[in-house]
C-alpha cells in the first residue's frame, strides 16, 4: 500500500529565498509523481508530472526532481514571491487508478 | 481547452437531505474520479469511473454513490448527509485513469453539512 508523508507541514520564508518542498514514498514501484497547488478554499493545480524515466522537470521557477530507490522527491521553488503562499501537496498513483496524497506542505512567503 | 468543470462550486444542506455534484472531465478524457478533502483526513479517494463503469471504490459507506455518463460527465450522490459529510469535493480528469499522463482536478464543489 502506498503511502505518502510530506515534511515539514508548514513553512515560513522571507521573499525571495530559495523553498524546498519534500515528499517521500513507500512503493518505489511508481511510474510518475505528481506536484500541486492548492490555494485555500480552491481545487488543485497541477504543476509538474514526473515520469519514472525522468530524473527531474522544470517549469519556470520551480524545479521537481524524484529518486525512486530513496523514495524522494524535491520541489525546490527559487526566489520565493509572496503569491507562491499556499498549500503543495504531492501524489503518487496507486493500484486502483488512484492518487495517493501526501499531507501538504503550507508555505507562507513573507514581503 | 476547457478545464475540469464543478457544479456547484457551494452548497449548504440539512442533515438527512441527500446531494448530487456534478463534474464535467476535460474533452477525451474517459475517467473521471472524485476525491473528499478535509482539514482531519487530508484528500480521501472516493470512486473512480472509466467508460461508464466504476472500477475502483474507497473506503466509505455505501450511502456515497457515483455513476458516469456516455459523455463521461459523472456524478457523486450522498444519501443520508451526515455532519461528518462536510467538506471539499474534488473531481480529477485523467485521459485512461491509470495516471500516465497525470490528471486534473477541477474547482472543487464545498458541501457544507448543518
Known amino acids: 500500500k502506498q503511502e505518502v508523508t510530506q515534511i515539514p507541514a508548514a513553512l515560513s520564508v522571507p521573499e525571495g529565498e530559495n523553498l524546498v518542498l519534500n515528499c517521500s514514498f513507500t512503493d518505489s514501484a511508481i511510474y510518475n509523481l505528481q506536484w500541486f497547488r492548492q490555494d485555500p478554499g480552491k481545487g488543485l493545480t497541477s504543476l509538474l508530472l514526473?515520469?519514472?524515466?525522468?530524473r527531474e522537470q522544470t517549469s519556470g521557477r520551480l524545479n521537481a526532481s524524484l529518486d525512486k530507490s530513496s523514495g524522494r522527491s524535491t520541489l525546490y521553488i527559487a526566489a520565493s514571491q509572496p503569491g507562491d503562499s499556499a498549500t503543495y501537496l504531492c501524489a503518487a498513483p496507486s493500484r486502483g487508478n488512484k492518487l495517493t496524497f501526501g499531507g501538504g506542505t503550507r508555505v507562507l512567503v513573507k514581503p | 481547452k476547457a478545464g475540469v468543470t464543478q457544479t456547484p462550486r457551494y452548497l449548504i444542506k440539512t442533515r438527512g437531505q441527500q446531494v448530487t455534484l456534478s463534474c464535467s472531465p476535460i474533452?477525451?478524457?474517459?475517467?473521471v474520479s472524485w476525491y473528499q478533502q478535509t482539514p482531519g483526513q487530508g484528500l480521501q479517494f472516493l470512486f473512480e469511473y472509466f467508460s461508464e463503469t466504476q472500477r475502483n471504490k474507497g473506503n466509505f459507506p455505501g450511502r456515497f454513490s457515483g455513476r458516469q455518463f456516455s459523455n463521461s460527465r459523472s456524478e457523486m450522490n450522498v444519501s443520508t448527509l451526515e455532519l461528518g459529510d462536510s467538506a471539499l469535493y474534488l473531481c480529477a480528469s485523467s485521459l485512461a485513469g491509470t495516471g500516465d499522463y497525470g490528471y486534473t482536478f477541477g474547482s472543487g464543489t464545498r458541501l457544507t453539512v448543518v
Open positions: 514526473i515520469q519514472s524515466s525522468q
Open positions: 474533452s477525451g478524457h474517459r475517467s
